[in-house]
């Protein structure tokens, strides 16, 4: 099992440009999330999605759009990067709600010039 | 609304020591607590879950506990190595759906 895996590992952007970021989870888990991690701020909630088909906001969605396009594979999209999204992205699974354990992948690091 | 802070935002022991990190959190009404290792570049690497109905969690050298009424839990790391050298993260629920993070304690441990 690779677990969850993201790509690309890295990327740099300039502003305006758009890109989607991929997220796929092979253990067939039902809810999948995308974090940003900032230095000094931890990790934060961008958008969820807690079953195929559904998705919701989390703490900062602005400027942020989701795919969950099946059960293994949820995407995230910035249309109009801004240097205010460089950032590392995280994206997790569980297997239910929030009564279990949250796996991650190893990150994506975008850089927005 | 949650939050969630760890106490000290870095530590340095000499190999060897048992050794303590702390999480608090401020709304006890969570699903359950989890304690989470980072290395630097990499992703979060679970260690414990602990579920809200438990009192603690056990993992090799690893235990973490949960008291919900005072909203803390600990990781206790007995016998510490140099290869546990890594920022720690808890998180901890906020409603159905949303997990907060704490901003981490990086922890060296001296050979």
């Known amino acids: 099992n690779a677990g969850v895996t993201q790509t690309p590992k890295f990327q740099v952007l300039k502003t305006g440009q758009s890109m989607t970021l991929q997220c796929a989870q092979d253990?067939?888990?039902?809810?999948m999330y995308w974090y940003r991690q900032d230095p000094g701020m931890g990790l934060r909630l961008i958008y969820y999605?807690?079953?195929?088909?559904?998705?919701d906001k989390g703490e900062v969605p602005n400027g942020y759009n989701v795919s969950r396009l099946n059960k293994r594979e949820f995407s995230l999209r910035l249309e109009s990067a801004a240097p205010s999204q460089t950032s590392v992205y995280f994206c997790?699974?569980?297997?239910?709600?929030?009564?279990?354990?949250?796996?991650f992948g190893p990150g994506t690091r975008l850089t927005v010039l | 609304k949650q939050e969630v802070t760890q106490i000290p935002a870095a530590l340095s022991v000499p190999e060897g020591e048992n050794l303590v990190l702390n999480c608090s959190f401020t709304?006890?009404?969570?699903?359950?607590l989890q304690w989470f290792r980072q290395d630097p570049g990499k992703g979060l690497t679970s260690l414990l879950l602990?579920?809200?109905?438990?009192r603690e969690q056990t993992s090799g050298r690893l235990n973490a506990s949960l008291d919900k009424s005072s909203g803390r839990s600990t990781l206790y790391i007995a016998a510490s190595q140099p290869g546990d050298s890594a920022t720690y993260l808890c998180?901890?629920?906020?409603?159905?759906?949303?997990?907060?993070f704490g901003t981490g304690t990086r922890l060296k441990v001296l050979a």
């Open positions: 999605s807690a079953s195929e088909g559904t998705t």
């Open positions: 709304d006890s009404a969570i699903y359950n």
């Open positions: 998180a901890t629920t906020s409603g159905t759906y949303k997990y907060i």
């Open positions: 253990m067939n888990h039902n809810s």
């Open positions: 602990i579920q809200s109905s438990q």
């Open positions: 997790a699974s569980s297997e239910t709600d929030l009564r279990g354990e949250q796996f």
